[in-house]
């Protein structure tokens, strides 16, 4: 493995781990605290931007009754709520609640940190450099993974 490999991989795992930690110290403690999955889970809808069921179950390659049971779960313990379509009154979309957002605010925190000792440390024209490489990354990422290969 490269060096910039195994420092990009080591960036990745510290972001992944303290925004975890941080998650589990907070919902760790409560009677409706998520499992492993269910984090996963409710992280993937958020991300996914209101996807239907039908979407979210494609996504994590679920069967229906699957993720519905997921959903279920996530609706009961107040993190998931299923918004009719207002077009089409058989389609259900999945949007995360307040009190899931409150713990993945955690993550903003986080990064305004860092923003503010990237901006401390580095050049004005260093830290444009940087926001250069991470706009070309995302737009990288945006790539269906099929099309990398």
């Known amino acids: 493995m490269h060096l910039l490999e195994k420092n990009f991989e080591t960036l990745y795992l510290m972001f992944r ?14 009677e409706s605290s998520l ?17 239907k069921v039908s979407e979210f179950a494609s996504y994590l390659n ?8 997921k959903i ?4 009961k313990k107040g993190y998931v709520v299923k918004e ?3 077009s089409d009154l058989r389609e259900q979309y999945l949007c995360v609640t307040d009190k899931f957002l409150n713990y993945y605010g955690l993550n903003d925190k986080m990064i305004a940190f860092l923003m503010k000792q990237i901006k401390k440390e580095f050049s004005p024209q260093d830290v444009d450099k940087l926001n250069d490489m991470i706009n070309r990354i995302i737009a990288i990422m945006q790539t269906p993974y099929e099309e990398l290969l």
Do not use: D, H, M, W
């Open 17 to 30: 781990s303290n925004y975890f930690k941080r998650l589990l110290e907070i919902i760790g403690t409560k």
């Open 35 to 51: 499992s492993a999955t269910e984090s996963f889970c409710v992280e993937i809808i958020y991300l996914l931007g209101k996807p």
């Open 62 to 69: 679920l069967s229906i009754p699957n993720a519905n049971y």
């Open 72 to 75: 279920n779960n996530l609706v």
């Open 84 to 86: 009719q379509s207002k």
